[in-house]
């Protein structure tokens, strides 16, 4: 019988206030998350009054924490939600849901 091991591995410091977020917040290292906090950072950043997450959004994080991409920063986010470049039709995630 074959072992199933997680390939994400998650250490969060604890939850990141929205005020310590900035663009530099370094996303593995700092307990940053896609949650409320991070949503009132975004809707400031933005200046709405709502803010909602992109799939491709969640896509990057997994990705963030499967590689343990220790120079990702919450301005990669950013980048993803100003300039969507990910063909999420060809994401090896996204063919999971057809």
Excluded: C, W
């Excluded at 307990?31 to 959004?57: C, H, I, T, V």
């Amino acid at each position: 019988m074959s072992k199933i091991e997680a390939t994400r591995k998650i250490r969060r410091k604890g939850t990141l206030k929205a005020s310590s977020i900035t663009p530099n917040t370094s996303i593995l290292s700092s307990g940053f998350s896609l949650n409320n906090e991070a949503r009132a950072f975004f809707k400031a950043y933005y200046g709405l009054s709502q803010f909602s997450f992109k799939k491709s959004m969640a896509i990057k994080m997994r990705a963030i924490e499967t590689t343990q991409d220790k120079k990702a920063t919450v301005q990669d986010l950013i980048d993803l939600y100003d300039h969507p470049y990910e063909n999420l039709v060809t994401n090896a995630e996204e063919q999971t849901y057809q």
